[in-house]
């Protein structure tokens, strides 16, 4: 090495660094695709991520209402938002079965693949963009960069209060 190298390596190991440990808030998110769209839940509002299963059909219910699961010894309703988030109907095949718990409501969620779950820092969730339809600026509450993709973050509770308005049912029950 160089006698300049090593004086600069010498100056830096003789340096007192301190590291300073910064404690972040951090939450846990969902990340899912639906009809091709990309989209996350608060890790807090999903209770179980379940492998696809049999949904058996009930009549006389809303679109919206794909049908009921057996979970875990009870019935459980199972809801389609494809509808809710401006989203092409998808094709039955294997889907995942989110089991979401709000405030007012629990249901399984149809969707069409589980990316990840994964701890992010909350100042890296950003402001919905103020371009969403106006179903979309309803439920969506913020936009999370993974990567080089873009999540539109849903509140779980939000999801719910919009399918209970349109679906006939009266969220104020």
């Given at each position: 090495m160089s006698?300049?190298?090593?004086?600069?390596l010498s100056h830096y190991q003789d340096e007192n660094r301190e590291i300073t440990n910064v404690d972040e808030p951090q939450c846990s998110l969902v990340l899912f695709k639906l009809a091709e769209k990309k989209f996350a839940f608060y890790g807090s509002q999903i209770k179980e991520i379940m492998a696809e299963r049999p949904v058996s059909w009930v009549p006389g219910c809303p679109p919206s209402l794909?049908?009921?699961i057996n979970y875990?010894?009870?019935?459980e309703s199972v809801i389609n938002i494809n509808q809710l988030l401006d989203t092409p109907a998808t094709e039955a095949g294997k889907r995942t079965i989110l089991i979401g718990r709000g405030q007012k409501m629990q249901s399984g969620i149809l969707v069409d693949k589980l990316i990840d779950v994964l701890e992010v820092a909350e100042s890296q969730i950003h402001p919905a963009a103020d371009n969403?339809?106006?179903?979309?600026?309803?439920?969506?509450?913020?936009?999370?960069?993974?990567?080089?993709?873009?999540f539109a973050l849903l509140d779980l509770d939000l999801v719910f209060a919009r399918y209970l308005e349109t679906s006939g049912y009266d969220s104020r029950a």
């Open positions: 006698e300049q190298l090593e004086h600069i794909e049908g009921v875990r010894g009870r019935v969403l339809s106006a179903t979309m600026q309803k439920i969506v509450v913020g936009i999370v960069p993974v990567g080089s993709e873009y």
